[in-house]
T-cell receptor, first 118, second 114 residues
Framework: GENVEQHPSTLSVQEGDSAVIKCTYS??????FPWYKQELGKRPQLIID?????GEKKDQRIAVTLNKTAKHFSLHITETQPEDSAVYFC?????????????????FGKGTHLIIQP | DGGITQSPKYLFRKEGQNVTLSCEQN?????MYWYRQDPGQGLRLIYY???????QKGDIAEGYSVSREKKESFPLTVTSAQKNPTAFYLC?????????????FGPGTRLTVL
């Protein structure tokens, strides 16, 4: 089955600096890679996702890059703010079609606790 | 945060008892999922269902059972065969077709075995 490794487990950055979280996956058939943010005591919420038919996707201060050959993908947060403090999870899954369609369950990394220092 | 609900929020169980966690969604999603979250760990997939009356085992299905008799509901039973059931349980749902594959999570049920 799929195995997702996530690093680092804890990341502390100064407010306004950038943060990068990296993940690797093992199953070359995986084609869908979402990132979730989980605040303390709350449910995970999707912040960005990418499919294997693109290499990069950006949404305001958040971007994700994917390297299919190396089987790794990364989350980049620029101009960090206090409200970015949370645990971030990467995940991988297989969509029936990369353009969309039913998916098996997600395989998650173990999470990164992002701390934004004022 | 509406659309997918879980109950109860907290659940206490004695060893040897089966308990059932409820998950309901009104998003008209075909697919539903159950995950378990332990401290310092990511979410691990227990079971998932793509359509009514069909479900598949995830990575850690042993000691759990599910049913999918209605599109809106996907209850999870934690049986006495589950050796370490104390955890945070999250239910999720998603569309089965189309480009939007986001999984929406419920608020979770925290199960404690006494």
């Amino acid at each position: 089955g799929e195995n997702v490794e996530q690093h680092p487990s804890t990341l502390s950055v100064q407010e306004g600096d950038s943060a990068v979280i990296k993940c690797t996956y093992s199953d070359s058939a995986s084609n869908y890679f979402p990132w979730y943010k989980q605040e303390l005591g709350k449910r995970p919420q999707l912040i960005i996702d990418i499919r294997s038919n693109v290499g990069e996707k950006k949404d305001q201060r958040i971007a994700v890059t994917l390297n299919k050959t190396a089987k790794h993908f990364s989350l980049h947060i620029t101009e960090t703010q206090p409200e970015d403090s949370a645990v971030y999870f990467c995940a991988a899954s297989i969509l029936l079609r990369v353009s969309g369609g039913g998916a098996d369950g997600l395989t998650f990394g173990k999470g990164t606790h992002l701390i934004i220092q004022p | 945060d509406g659309g997918i609900t879980q109950s109860p929020k907290y659940l206490f169980r004695k060893e040897g008892q089966n308990v059932t966690l409820s998950c309901e969604q009104n998003l008209n999603h075909d697919a539903m999922y159950w995950y378990r979250q332990d401290p310092g760990q990511g979410l691990r997939l227990i079971y998932y269902s793509q359509i009514v009356n069909d479900f598949q085992k995830g990575d850690i299905a042993e000691g759990y059972s599910v049913s999918r008799e209605k599109k809106e509901s996907f209850p999870l039973t934690v049986t006495s065969a589950q050796k370490n059931p104390t955890a945070f349980y999250l239910c999720a749902s998603s569309r089965r077709a189309g480009r939007d594959n986001e999984q929406f999570f419920g608020p979770g049920t925290r199960l404690t075995v006494l």
